[in-house]
């Protein structure tokens, strides 16, 4: 507690002693007109409890707000520090296709999921979902290598990828798997030549929620290398496509 909180305290101490002592001083009660002794305590008593609780309270009062503050200026400032250590951004499903785009052209490793719990799928309604699929295609012709693990509804998609691009590059290869009824979270983990690694998740697909959910992306070490086991572990349980 820094000293100018103890003031109010002190000064309500000093004002309570000074009317104590102004409970002796008989020209006072001669000028309010009280002389019974038993009205001159009880107001003297009173007088000087009531200072020293107001200084007390004021300084109660001054410690609380300055706790308040402290604790919300700690709050602020831990969500500043997680949001600095993730790196977490949030977007739209859209606008994190658009993003991607730019990213998979330089990538040299991408772990990617397609999978839908019903046998819908197998293409992009949207731009930004063309344009993806487009910069996939391109980026394996030049060197990606990519791995992706589908659901049914994309199993037919997938081995056209592989009877296209194969060939040529031999860098494509995907595994089936089969989600069940639950709905699941997609997912796209980048790596660069330069060893910078990143992911991007959401594009829930369930019968509930649809498609149209935001999509969140991290640089945090942590959090891509739980999303390349998984994609590895889902991998290994898929079948050929």
Not at 4 to 14: F, M, Q, Y
Not at 29 to 39: E, F, K, S
Request: proline fraction near 3%.
């Amino acid at each position: 507690m820094k000293l100018k909180e103890h003031i109010p305290t002190a000064v309500g101490l000093s004002l309570s002693g000074f009317s104590l002592w102004l409970g002796t001083y008989d020209p006072l009660w001669g000028l309010v007109g009280v002389q019974d002794a038993n009205i001159r305590s009880g107001l003297t008593m009173s007088t000087s409890l009531i200072c020293l609780l107001l200084g007390y309270g004021i300084s109660l009062s001054q410690s609380h707000d300055n706790f308040i503050t402290m604790a919300g200026s700690l709050i602020v400032n831990s969500m500043a520090q997680a949001a600095r250590i993730t790196g977490m951004r949030v977007l739209s499903c859209e606008d994190a296709m658009n993003e991607l785009v730019g990213y998979i052209r330089q990538a040299k490793h991408v772990h990617n999921t397609r999978v839908v719990i019903s046998s819908g799928g197998g293409n992009y309604s949207t731009s930004g979902g063309k344009n993806f699929e487009r910069a996939l295609k391109a980026a394996v012709r030049s060197g990606l290598h990519l791995r992706e693990v589908v659901s049914s509804g994309w199993k037919q998609h997938a081995h056209a990828m592989a009877t296209e691009l194969n060939p040529t590059s031999g860098n494509y290869a995907a595994k089936c798997i089969d989600p069940g009824t639950a709905p699941f979270l997609n997912f796209i983990a980048i790596e660069m030549p330069s060893g910078e690694r990143f992911v991007y998740f959401g594009w829930i697909m369930s019968e509930g929620l649809g498609f149209e959910q935001n999509c969140f992306t991290t640089s945090e070490p942590r959090i891509v290398q739980y999303f390349t086991s998984w994609h590895a572990d889902l991998y290994r349980r898929g079948g050929d496509i």
